[in-house]
């Protein structure tokens, strides 16, 4: 483990005086197991001021934008934990941009048993395929998910 480590060290080094990108930090995290921060921590301490407690089965709204660009959107929150609770997950992968990608989404939005939230295994946009992983492909899969995510929590993973 530690020669693989090593190695990788060598490679990137070599890379980066190959690049010349310079050095932004010469931290590097311990090899040895890390042991968790106890729960008192000062980094686990909850926010000042008022924070509303888990309200399940609620619906809030949420607003985004500022002055004539406010939109409002909605979502519910999940029922109170328990055995046996029902609740409906979508399970979404590789989703991309395509007229396919759209058949899949409009697949889950109109499936009778109602996702409620999505468990998005990745990839999302597939704007690597276009030259220099065109941005405007990461904004138009923005828009084309938000009519789903704006209204649902999903749960991502790497793809
Ligand atoms: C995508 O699907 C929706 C239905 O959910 C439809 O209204 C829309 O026209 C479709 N767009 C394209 C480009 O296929």
Known sequence: ??????????????YANVCCGG???????????????PLHSD?????PGYNAPQQYNTKYYYQVGIGHTVRTFWF???PPVGPDVPYTFGLIGDLGQ??????????????PSKGEA?????????????????????DTWG?????????????????
């Open 1 to 14: 483990m530690a020669s693989f480590v090593a190695l990788v060290v060598l490679v990137l080094s070599i």
């Open 23 to 37: 050095v932004t930090s010469r931290f590097v995290r311990k090899l040895e197991e890390s042991v968790d921060m």
């Open 43 to 47: 980094v686990f301490r909850v926010p």
């Open 76 to 78: 519910n929150t999940p």
């Open 98 to 111: 395509t007229y396919d990608s759209n058949s899949t989404l409009t697949h889950y939005e109109r499936n």
């Open 118 to 138: 999505v468990l998005f295994v990745g990839d999302l946009s597939y704007a690597d395929k276009y030259p220099n992983h065109d941005n405007t492909r990461w």
């Open 143 to 159: 828009r084309f998910v938000e009519r789903n995510n704006a209204y649902q929590p999903w749960i991502w993973t790497g793809g």
